[in-house]
């Protein structure tokens, strides 16, 4: 399956500069990432996982570990594939300094 959509729609928001180390992730990886997960890491998707606000250290094991086929997601370990190291810390560190924002539960 091929994700073509437009990367400057899928551009996130300026990063804080205490993100951990190369929180700038390419575009055209964001943008892969966001078709599934959306552009502010909560997945709009009930079978989708939120990225935003994770803790770095997951995100990145987590793509390593689909990177290995440890962790086996056949979509997920097709992506992770060509994503070097360094992206893989790029986009744990993106996706970890979003903040997420709690709100009331909605109630029956």
């Given at each position: 399956?091929?994700?073509?959509?437009?990367?400057?729609?899928?551009?996130?928001?300026?990063?804080?500069?205490?993100?951990?180390?190369?929180?700038?992730?390419?575009?055209?990886?964001?943008?892969?990432?966001?078709?599934?997960?959306?552009?502010?890491?909560?997945?709009?998707?009930?079978?989708?996982?939120?990225?935003?606000?994770?803790?770095?250290?997951?995100?990145?094991?987590?793509?390593?570990?689909?990177?290995?086929?440890?962790?086996?997601?056949?979509l997920?370990?097709?992506?992770?594939?060509?994503?070097?190291?360094?992206?893989?810390?790029?986009?744990?560190?993106?996706?970890?300094?979003?903040?997420?924002?709690?709100?009331?539960?909605a109630?029956?």
């Amino acid at each position: 399956m091929r994700l073509e959509t437009s990367i400057a729609r899928l551009g996130l928001a300026v990063l804080p500069a205490s993100a951990a180390p190369g929180a700038k992730a390419s575009a055209a990886i964001r943008a892969q990432c966001a078709a599934r997960h959306a552009n502010n890491g909560i997945a709009t998707a009930t079978n989708m996982p939120n990225l935003a606000g994770q803790n770095y250290q997951y995100l990145l094991t987590q793509l390593e570990a689909y990177k290995k086929g440890t962790r086996t997601n056949p979509l997920m370990n097709e992506m992770a594939k060509p994503i070097s190291r360094r992206q893989m810390q790029d986009l744990s560190a993106c996706f970890a300094s979003i903040p997420i924002r709690g709100g009331p539960v909605a109630t029956k």
